[in-house]
């Protein structure tokens, strides 16, 4: 069955990839878990995880720091109850623009980065890795300019788009309270690292999927204990770590049956499986079909495979 949010998604994919801009929507009463459909359709949208804020991020004090901010926001959110412009300590500046359900205040559409000017952007990122000891400047500025750059849209044409997401939300939640039970508004979560944990959960396992990772290393990157982001790694997305962490493996393993020539053997290691039998039984249990029927049916002109 579709998910029914599932425009949404598409429509801010769409506009991150069509502006060159970074859509981060924070959740500040709890509203976004209670409906699992919008759940899954936001959580790429729940943190900041390009290169750059990732890698600031792997020292704990600066990652704490980011979640500090969500406060402030809040408040800044309730005081102006309108869009403001805002720069964090890591040099990156974006749009708040307030989520508003009859007068509670929910959450923001947070779009960025736009540029406030490189000297001062330059200086905050010297500024927080010379109070690092594990950030290296030289690196923070090379991803700051890898992958931070200017939108293609102003913000005049770009913020009444979030506000139409803004209102969207809105509606969405003022109907999911008729059918869930909705979050206890007077106990915020805007200091709750949460969703910030579970983005950079699932981050972080996109990018090192093929590396020997499981619940420890996961937690040390979210500056979390084990069994706090296996509990609320299962909540959020239904399975366990390792679980996902073998789909993940799988769905990258189908391009590798697809478009190579490689042997099974070879696929194994790519994805980060050791064993290639465990791997194919694996990947039939998630797929329904072993690996190297698999790749018959969809590359009909792949040669015979070793295993």
Do not use: W
């Not at 500090?68 to 959110?77: L, P, Q, V």
């Not at 996109?206 to 299962?234: L, M, P, T």
């Amino acid at each position: 069955m579709a998910n029914k949010f599932a425009k949404i998604g598409e429509y801010l994919t769409f506009v991150q990839e069509r502006f060159n801009v970074q859509v981060c929507i924070k959740d500040f009463c709890g509203f976004i878990p209670i409906n699992k459909e919008l759940d899954t359709v936001l959580r790429p949208f729940l943190a900041h995880t390009n290169p750059y804020c990732m890698y600031i991020k792997q020292d704990r004090e600066k990652y704490f720091d980011c979640l500090s901010m969500i406060r402030k926001m809040h408040n800044k959110c309730e005081q102006l109850e309108t869009h403001f412009f805002g720069m964090c300590h890591g040099g990156l500046g974006e749009y708040v623009v307030p989520i508003v359900s009859e007068g509670t205040l929910l959450g923001s559409i947070n779009v960025g980065f736009f540029p406030v000017g490189d000297k001062r952007s330059l200086f905050r990122i010297r500024k927080v890795c010379k109070s690092s000891h594990i950030l290296d400047t030289d690196t923070a500025i090379q991803l700051f300019e890898q992958h931070v750059s200017a939108p293609t849209i102003t913000p005049d044409s770009l913020i009444p788009m979030m506000e139409v997401i803004s209102e969207y939300l809105s509606l969405t939640y003022t109907n999911l309270q008729a059918t869930h039970t909705a979050p206890n508004l007077g106990k915020k979560r805007y200091n709750s690292s949460e969703d910030t944990i579970i983005s950079h959960a699932l981050e972080f396992i996109r990018q090192n999927y093929n590396a020997k990772i499981g619940v420890q290393e996961i937690s040390n990157f979210c500056h979390c204990s084990d069994s706090y982001i296996s509990h609320i790694f299962k909540k959020r997305t239904g399975v366990n770590i390792n679980t996902y962490i073998n789909k993940i493996r799988v769905e990258f393993s189908k391009n590798y049956l697809i478009t190579t020539s490689d042997s099974i053997a070879d696929i194994t290691i790519n994805v980060g499986f050791n064993d290639p039998n465990y791997f194919s039984r694996v990947f039939t249990d998630l797929i329904g079909i072993p690996p190297t029927e698999f790749r018959r049916r969809f590359r009909e002109d792949a040669p015979s495979q070793p295993l």
